[in-house]
């Protein structure tokens, strides 16, 4: 799910972000509690605002909140709001602008047939076509939310059954999806024909849970069933789940940044334990590009399992050398220039007792604007490291992403217009490199990466995007006039 | 500084708690936004309120807030009535009932040779007797915070300047203190005669800074000058820094629970870096308590540096096998019933992918009433693990402290009731140990404990309080009586 | 404007609502401002919430907020908010229950062609039928207001041009409506074919003025224009106003209660100023139900100018026997119950060194449930009346309105289930008279009402509905059902 | 009671402000909800702020709320808070720039020998020099209320029962107070020897009320016992009423502007019922400076019911031209430029159906500045009116009050600097009459004033202080310096 419009990234955040998590329960007494634990398990995926739909058989109930779920959905008289068995929720990562609560998912409309209400994490492509040819029949949109494009798709669509509807909507949007819906009958599941994002099956207790990663099902003791298929619809109702295959080309290309960074290290993905890639991704990483040096240091939270992979492929010692403040709270919401002058050591210190006089290897996850690298290089060299060699777990980002990744503009990425050599130079490091793009493939469990059929979606290392881009398309030509005119 | 009222710990955050942080600068522009970023970088001192006070020659001004530093004095709205280049600033963990914003300091009166702010670390033992003394006199005490017997101690000493009312209040008080006050003329800093809790000096731009621990130092980018004496009493103004001693005995015994938890791990306090104190005192774990294993996991966030320490000592496999949630937000303040029950796994989940059949040494810091233990084992073994070795980086919390850190009474500390191998059978260990005292005092390059002369106040682990208690006193016979009367 | 739910009116608050009050500025740099100061004047038409539209030529701003117009719209960072020369805004009463913020007024919707804002006072009588058919086609409602269901219409329509599109959706609504709309180039004012509820036309610096009253011309003073016209309606651009009639049979069938209760008295409209008719009204009521007695006293503040019509003609001294406390407040958003029971004190204090021992004529403007009168009386006895004698500035009020005005069901109505005596019983007065529909339509400046073609529409005096009553027609036979339901 | 630091009055407000009004209820169930009531009542005398104390047996809670009490002592959750019996209520008028939630009263405070609660109306004349005689000898203060004096002065005492202590504190304040105290086992209502702001016993099912006015015992259907006596000092226990004199020399100068303005029509105080004097005044006003005219109209709301008694002795018809909005809200917090500049019109809107082409007898109750008569006079004649007579209900307010009345300095008196002839002119009125200092005796009853010995407090219109005015005698010498400074 993302906004159309677009908004540059906090430049003192110099992360990708994925852009929601989603979670339901069907048929469990304290489903709305339970929907709270599970968007707090996923709250990595977004922090900006969540919201949850229940549903008590008469009434749909919503709460939606900017700000955390350990915020706003433990107090109880938010959760006694949401009465029922039946709940959805979802946690989103709002672009910089985006335009408060009406945004917020899940989205909730009154269809002739009853209500209905959906969680999205993804990002649809056509959105923006779609909109116009809907809203030139006569619909009107409440958002700036791809989410909302669905919602008339299905209320305009000629069929009479609702999952008739649904089906008619999701064949005609194209993009990254994995939807929760619930109705007053169903809760529904499903994944885009790619399979982008993630979306699982658990079980607890007797129903049914979705969740976008197994660490949400761990919060609340769920059993893991399966992942749902690429393409796969699941319609679950009192008598039980039953799959559907809307779609006939579906196939797997699933988000592999998932692996590198978006996902829980503790979560299971795709059949993969997310922490076991991330450190075998760490030992490829030192066996492409040994360095000699005395400690690895991971750049916190995110390079930790790498390092530690990292340093025993290499036989170095791992070490803490940087700190991280974890009681940030709403830093950044309107800091002072003074602080925001201090940039990156409101969150970081260097720790100079381990640092001072080592030769250290630094791992991170990924570079984007390569300003935080910078930073951190800078200070590590300030507490004292005799070299600084900058290792990053994957390879370098060069393109945008279009299924529900806060990205920057392509040429804000500094992989996009740098060589390797460049870039060490801007961030100041003794040596730079990467993680090979096959090296990546191999630490997933592939031997390298096809490129007549790459087994995920790695748009943003290869540029080369499994789904069309309509309305990607429609906005370059003005961009392109656009320049021209600036230009002459 | 704590409040009279003692309040039971929140049984989810089963941790002694540091009571405070403290922060002042003199003679700088930015002296407000500096001291809210010292604070941000002593928020693990106290997450519950924050204040700062501002002098700008003519007025004090004063913020006081409920919350994370991060969260209210990052506001321009804030800073901006914060103006002067002299602030002093005060972060504060809350006992539970605590009594609103009238106890959040610095505090601040008007005595009649003008204003005076104070911030106090610390806990006074003889506050109660101090207070009851002054009210028969005739004052009147608007908060239930012990700071306040200090002033009130200065308003009523017979002497004629200030700073020999002072003096005579310091020479009054009991206890543990680390105090930063801020008068129309001077910055003064202050450390009890046993110097309990940190202070330390630093300069930035030719303005000098207190501060309780060098983090505070590192994130405004100031040099660390040198730690406060023991009884050491600092007066800075606009020609310099003076030095005092106004107590003949002075002598260190320093919390030696800062190294093992409260401070943080790129701090340097009283010359040893945290970090490396706590990877010695993971080695030395390992070498008092082997047992064979296959990897080393730390509880986190508080056991990584022991974890690490202890597995290279122990040449073990370091492993992050419990995932933490740092998207915590407020989610104890008011949970519902469902979530409090989930209890720890709000924040923590245990990564089966890498517990699975393993032999693991567990790794945390301390152990208080034994509840978050009991869970921590219960899920990393509900996890797959085939052993759970308990390895605690400290002896047993055996008594109560009374130096502003916010302990349960001695009844509800499990090592002052059970037996290791009781506490081991509570917890549901294969096996527990804690380190020995004496290895502690090695960890901090010690040769051992001396019992006749300790180095250290460690009165938590041993019940060798180094100072009177004289509150505590007054209330042991009433009590006593209570469990008489209770008895029979 | 009202909300399809219909729910009961507090009882200690027994007045029928006017539900709105609407304004629209069309070229003034301080559009947004000017329109508070309108909404403020009108304040008296809907205290719950607000809502300001303006637009600046590039982007619409819309402002809503629950709560008086003083409260929320005279603030900087609000009125900052709302740039731009063209401003439309409306001031609500909300039914209890209503549904939060989604409802207030102005409504806001892209079309294809451009954002459209819009403000109505009054009520559709054939929304319900209509949003049904809407649903029908795939429009999805966001609020439960009948003014989306104009919206809808206007998206919907057929026809290319918006002025085209908002025409045909006038035409097929019935009910009470005066609109302010604003789009990208033009504000609309409009009235329904019979003119029930009030809309002006002023003239303020060159820019044009649209409001429900002449008090909110008044307070920016803005010149009076005229009336709309009934069916009339105004398009205003750049170029100025175009009247156009887009009904064939307008007749002019004015809301009579604005006269005795609504407006403000110190407004004129329809062309006749508010105050003179209610003292006009008063002396009609003294000639047709005169009682000797010896002073003349207002139930505060509406029966006020009907008072001293009645005291003048009736030769009495006029005196204010009741006095009302002005500071209210919320007063009556969540009373305990201890304040709910001291009732009609919280607003009135019988003045008993006026009462004592006199004979009282006690005017008020109406009787809804009656029970407010009851206490009303009470407390002038206990005050030490001799005699009460009650007399109404109205005809009995028999029967609800369904043209924006909040009524209670007819059941409800006092004057609907007890005679003129049974009545005086209830409230315990000596005697009680109503004034007569044709001494109403005297005071107004007719002969008397023309049952077969009424110059105002009365509907809640007399049953006589000047339109379909399409939705109520639909519920009747439900209800008809349940009662027998119950019955039997 | 008021704050030591003066500010301006609102200029948009051109009225004299009553600061305080005071409540207290002993030995009754809903004591807190009854206080709240009784508050609500004296609203008038405060619109800034209000407070309670309650005390059920063993604990005081306080609630103090910037706001009405409507707003804020109206909600269960507050009331629940105030449990117990006894309960002591203070509502306030603060001074703009006034220092938030620390000044609002009730003022409380723990004595060694337990809690004690203080609600005080008036000021204090010596306060400043009390306070620095008690800052001196070790006092800390914690607000700017010279309230928080009298408690010192207790805490100090030498005296060991609280009650001497009391006397012993009052003894040595001077000026204006009626106080309402509340400890563990006494409730104490006490008036200066002067009698000057008023204070009334009342009884409820048993218990004992104290109240300023009368119309608060009317809100709970309370007994109006009888007034205070000046200096007279009542101590209500569980045992029943105690009368205490502990002033030799008091005698009645009660506060004749409470009849003027303050007071609520509906009270009586001193023993005359305040809307009849109200009247007698309009009728001494009519004798002493009659004029031809067709219309007398009030300036709403405090002019009314002189207007009555004017339009009664004059034998012209009474008419409401100028209507009063009520629904100001907080309109006057922040105000934007545009509708700072619509100055009066906010409030109040001129009725020109009534007003043109008639000559009008405008009749308010007093002018403080005359900025808000003249716009009125503006208002009146821009809406037609042939001719405008200014008639005040009170002589020339030529001089400060300083007994707990916010005015501003005599300076900005428009009275204290200008002839009646020139105020004329100033406020553009054809003719200006104000009622004699003789007329205004006559109306409550005297036969004139006795210069020699008035039975009133008059200062503001005379100059002629009753008590000494240590503070300001102090403050004088200082401003006249300050006065030569910047004419030299």
Redesign the interface.
């Known amino acids: 799910m993302d906004d159309f419009r677009l908004a540059p990234l906090d430049a003192s955040d110099d992360k990708l972000h994925e852009e929601c998590g989603v979670f339901g329960v069907f048929g469990h007494d304290?489903a709305a509690?339970?929907t709270?634990?599970g968007l707090?398990?996923l709250?990595?995926r977004g922090?900006e605002a969540a919201g949850i739909v229940a549903f008590d058989g008469a009434h749909f109930a919503v709460e939606r909140h900017v700000?955390?779920?350990?915020?706003n959905f433990?107090?109880?008289?938010v959760?006694d709001q949401l009465t029922g068995p039946y709940a959805i929720g979802h946690t989103r990562y709002s672009t910089a602008g985006g335009a408060g609560l009406r945004n917020i998912q899940p989205m909730f409309?009154?269809?002739?047939g009853g209500g209905f209400a959906v969680a999205h994490n993804g990002n649809l492509t056509n959105a923006g076509v779609l909109k116009?040819e809907l809203?030139?029949?006569?619909?009107?949109?409440?958002s700036t939310s791809d989410t909302e494009v669905i919602?008339?798709l299905i209320?305009?669509?000629i069929h009479g059954r609702l999952l008739d509807r649904f089906v008619d909507a999701i064949r005609r949007i194209e993009g990254a999806y994995s939807l929760i819906c619930l109705t007053e009958k169903k809760m529904i599941g499903c994944r885009d024909p790619l399979g982008v994002r993630p979306l699982v099956l658990g079980r607890l207790d007797g129903s049914y849970i979705l969740a976008s990663e197994t660490?949400a099902l761990?919060?609340?003791?769920a059993d893991y069933v399966r992942d749902l298929d690429p393409g796969e619809l699941v319609v679950i109702t009192d008598k039980g789940l039953e799959s559907l295959r809307p779609f006939e080309n579906a196939r797997s290309r699933f988000c592999i940044f998932e692996y590198v960074y978006f996902a829980?290290?503790?979560s299971?993905v795709d059949g993969r334990?997310v922490?076991?890639v991330r450190k075998r991704i760490g030992a490829e990483l030192a066996h492409e590009s040994h360095v000699p040096a005395d400690i690895v240091v991971p750049v916190p939270?995110s390079g930790?399992?790498a390092a530690?992979g990292y340093a025993?492929a290499a036989g170095l010692?791992?070490?803490?050398g940087i700190?991280r403040?974890?009681?940030?709270?709403?830093?950044?919401?309107?800091?002072?220039d003074?602080?925001r002058h201090?940039g990156v050591?409101?969150k970081h210190?260097?720790?100079?007792?381990?640092l001072a006089g080592r030769r250290v290897v630094l791992v991170d996850d990924s570079i984007v604007r390569g300003t935080t690298s910078r930073k951190i290089v800078e200070m590590v060299r300030a507490a004292g490291a005799a070299e600084v060699h900058m290792r990053i777990a994957s390879p370098p980002t060069t393109d945008a992403c279009f299924y529900g990744v806060d990205t920057p503009e392509k040429s804000k990425l500094i992989a996009s217009q740098l060589t390797i050599e460049e870039m060490r130079e801007f961030i100041k490091a003794d040596s730079l490199a990467f993680l090979s793009i096959d090296g990546l493939y191999r630490a997933v469990g592939e031997a390298g990466r096809d490129p007549a059929m790459p087994r995920f979606c790695d748009a943003c290392f290869t540029g080369d995007y499994p789904t069309r881009l309509a309305d990607q398309e429609e906005r370059e030509p003005v961009r392109a006039i656009a320049r021209f005119a600036e230009a002459s």
């Open positions: 304290d509690a339970l709270a634990l707090h398990a709250q990595h922090q700000g955390l779920v350990g915020d433990t107090r109880k008289s959760i409309a009154e269809f002739t116009r809203q030139r029949r006569g619909s009107i949109f409440q919602i008339h209320a305009t669509s660490c761990d919060i609340i003791g829980r290290p503790d299971v334990g922490y076991g939270d930790v399992p530690i025993e010692p791992f070490e803490l700190i403040n974890h009681y940030v709270g709403r830093t950044f919401i309107e800091p002072t003074a602080i201090m050591k409101l210190n260097a720790n100079s007792a381990i």
